[in-house]
């Protein structure tokens, strides 16, 4: 199939953060698209760069650099030339850019463009957006990892560790999984303004619950306590993104209430925490830097999932090292991290080569786009992170989960306590 541009447009719309980001439209003869890209508040230092104006208007968070990259530079050159495929245009882009960190474009200008072709190259060929990465009929559904207490920053409170979730491992269906979470979601609610009062429920960036608290281990045992006040236990576990470098000052980890350990120590310490509270899957607990605390980790915790998000970027030649030294057995699998879809696709590769999982993940700075959705289903991953269930931007991922999942019926698959185990460890091309 080749596809020629017609039409072309960008515009600076808001996110879930009230904060400028860039969405595309694009026309080919036969389909259209449309795409949004999300922002993260932790980022990693190897991420491709987010094009922001600077300066007053926005407080410097602006796009309109980003959005006049689309409307000036890419859109004309677009329009001017016919694409035999997603990997074609891609790599279009990233040649019209010429920089490593697609610092001449902008990753968010890029990375809309990308998308938004995806979807029309699915409307040329009349299929739903998940069959675009896959050439199988039959799908998985992933099993979503709902943040449901927020830390680190994406909070204003002072627990260090960044996200505590739960991951229905235990339910039949994508929809039974959503419902679970909603009733601990609801349960947490009720436990933490009785022993905090009701503003302690305020929700964080991505809609999980911020109370007061300064140390990490609590969290955990309110998570604990409500997936038991409902009657799921065995059938929801808890999860960890640690974000750990967020406090990490290079020599020690602040890990709250004056608390400042030294690596060996904090190691002893979120191993024994691991234990402790049965965690199932932890997401950057070292600094994203330290591939050999990762890989010592993941060596000594083999029941554990061990996920890359900081430390590796979704970026092709640190995916390569962590494979390399063992460092983790997950890709946490962000476009906006690399900037094109087809890229995303080729460090999903890697990772099922080397036999790991991967989860597809939202940022904090969400828009009410579903692209990942698909994503996720499309790729046979397993598994997603989708923040809490709750804001119209985190229930966009999943009320479209549910949707294909009623589309699919018994072509799709739940995952379940399989959702580390890539339903496919073949090579997607785009």
């Not at 410097?60 to 959005?67: C, L, R, T």
């Not at 943040?147 to 920053?153: E, L």
């Not at 002072?158 to 269906?173: C, D, H, M």
């Not at 029941?303 to 390399?324: E, K, Y």
């Amino acid at each position: 199939m080749v596809a020629r541009i017609k039409k072309t447009a960008a515009r600076a719309i808001l996110d879930s953060r009230g904060i400028p980001t860039v969405e595309v439209e694009l026309e080919t003869q036969n389909g259209c698209g449309r795409a949004s890209v999300p922002s993260g508040a932790s980022k990693s230092s190897f991420e491709a760069l987010e094009l922001r104006d600077g300066g007053k208007k926005f407080f410097g968070y602006g796009v309109s650099k980003a959005v006049a990259s689309v409307n000036g530079i890419i859109g004309p050159k677009l329009r001017q030339t016919a694409f035999s495929g997603q990997t074609d245009f891609d790599e279009f882009l990233i040649s019209l850019d010429g920089t490593k960190n697609k610092s001449k474009l902008g990753a968010n200008a890029i990375l809309a463009c990308s998308m938004a072709f995806s979807r029309c190259l699915a409307c040329e060929s009349g299929t739903p957006l998940y069959a675009s990465f896959s050439k199988v009929r039959r799908y998985c559904l992933p099993v979503p990892f709902f943040n449901v207490i927020n830390g680190g920053a994406h909070a204003g409170n002072s627990i260090a560790f960044q996200e505590y979730l739960i991951a229905p491992v235990g339910a039949k269906t994508f929809a039974e999984a959503a419902q679970y979470a909603s009733e601990i979601y609801h349960a947490l609610r009720g436990l933490i303004s009785r022993q905090f009062g009701r503003s302690a429920t305020n929700v964080g960036d991505e809609g999980g619950f911020a109370p007061p608290l300064s140390d990490v281990a609590t969290p955990l045992e309110l998570v604990s306590r409500a997936i038991g006040e409902v009657g799921l236990q065995g059938k929801v576990s808890i999860a960890l993104d640690v974000a750990a470098t967020s406090f990490f000052d290079g020599k020690k980890y602040a890990i709250g209430g004056g608390k400042r350990l030294g690596p060996g120590e904090y190691f002893d310490f979120v191993e024994g925490l691991a234990k402790t509270h049965r965690i199932i899957s932890v997401e950057d607990p070292f600094c994203e830097t330290d591939f050999a605390a990762f890989s010592k980790f993941t060596r000594e915790n083999k029941a554990i999932q061990v996920v890359g998000d900081d430390l590796l970027s979704t970026n092709p030649v640190r995916i390569a090292r962590g494979v390399r030294t063992g460092a983790c057995n997950c890709l946490l699998l962000k476009p906006n991290q690399i900037g094109t879809l087809a890229e995303a696709v080729r460090a999903a590769n890697l990772a099922y080569g080397a036999g790991w999982g991967v989860m597809v993940s939202h940022r904090s700075g969400e828009t009410e786009d579903t692209f990942i959705a698909d994503l996720a289903v499309g790729l046979g991953c397993g598994q997603i992170k989708l923040g809490a269930c709750a804001r119209g931007e985190r229930t966009a991922k999943i009320n479209q989960l549910i949707r294909i999942e009623g589309e699919l019926g018994s072509n799709g698959k739940f995952a379940g306590r399989e959702f580390h185990r890539p339903a496919r460890q073949l090579g997607f091309s785009l």
